[in-house]
């Protein structure tokens, strides 16, 4: 199957490895020429080639895959002449199903939420609704997670916009540990360690997470309370509202 990529930047690039380096590997993919240097340096991957136009990517291919930001979307989406049954997986935030198909006459589109991940088969991609190619293509990539309603999905946008926090929640701890008198070389390591440490916790060990929480909290321990201050000082209540607030945000856009 020849893919087509329209809008090579970040997460194309990251699938576009990915792909390279799968069971997918001899699938040709044909890239759109923005952004000129991503394209040049994917375009020295076997079987990856860089379309005059957008257009071009369209007829070059047997499945499109949207990139471009939700912002420049419907300006570089709108005019492309797309076959009705012509298999379409948009990466693009928040742009409805309805939409795309009213843009482009398309009768055959899904939403997908690949994560840089995916470049190192580790990956786990919603993909609604679950059409068979796109789950092909993410099962390749990691592990594809069939959506069947947009709120489900939509919900998974949220979790997927964590990434940030996750990362801010290690920078804050990193500052105090710095107030505290370490170095920040020496704070770093040593949560790098943790913190990754613990991801494989996550990634091995199926046991729920409260559990999961239990077992690396001693009764009456620092683990314990420091979690519950967490609470207590509205940590929870802030990651409910900022999950809230992302998924009405997906759910708003057009
Ligand atoms: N990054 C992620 O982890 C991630 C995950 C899931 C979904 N997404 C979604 O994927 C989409 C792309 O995200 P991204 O992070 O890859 O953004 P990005 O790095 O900014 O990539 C967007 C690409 O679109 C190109 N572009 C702009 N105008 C274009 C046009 N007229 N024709 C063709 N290409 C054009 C840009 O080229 P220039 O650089 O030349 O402007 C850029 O290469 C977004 O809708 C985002 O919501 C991203």
Not at 203 to 227: C, V, W, Y
Not at 231 to 245: K, P, R, S
Request: net charge neutral.
């Amino acid at each position: 199957m020849r893919l087509g990529f329209i809008g090579t930047g970040t997460i194309t690039a990251h699938m576009v490895r990915g792909l390279k380096a799968s069971a997918l590997a001899e699938w040709p993919i044909v890239l759109s020429s923005r952004n000129e240097a991503v394209a040049a340096e994917l375009a020295l991957l076997p079987r990856v080639t860089v379309a005059a136009s957008n257009q071009a990517v369209v007829d070059a291919c047997d499945l499109l895959i949207l990139a471009v930001r939700p912002q420049v979307a419907e300006a570089v989406i709108r005019p492309l002449a797309i076959p009705p049954t012509r298999p379409v997986v948009s990466l693009i935030a928040g742009l409805h199903i309805a939409t795309l198909a009213d843009w482009t006459g398309a009768q055959d589109i899904c939403r997908a939420i690949p994560l840089p991940f995916v470049e190192r088969h580790q990956g786990v991609t919603p993909v609604f609704p679950p059409q068979p190619a796109a789950m092909q293509i993410f099962a390749a990539l990691g592990t594809a997670l069939p959506v069947h309603d947009l709120a489900a999905y939509d919900a998974y946008a949220a979790g997927s916009a964590l990434m940030g926090s996750y990362f801010g929640l290690l920078e804050k701890a990193c500052a105090w540990m710095v107030a505290q008198g370490l170095s920040e070389a020496d704070a770093a390591r040593y949560l790098r360690g943790l913190f990754g440490s613990l991801g494989d916790v996550l990634r091995e060990k199926p046991a729920a997470l409260a559990q999961l929480r239990e077992d690396h909290s001693t009764k009456g321990g620092l683990n314990e309370m420091i979690f519950q201050r967490f609470v207590q000082g509205g940590g929870g209540a802030a990651m409910e509202a900022a999950l809230t607030a992302a998924f009405n945000r997906v759910q708003g856009w057009a």
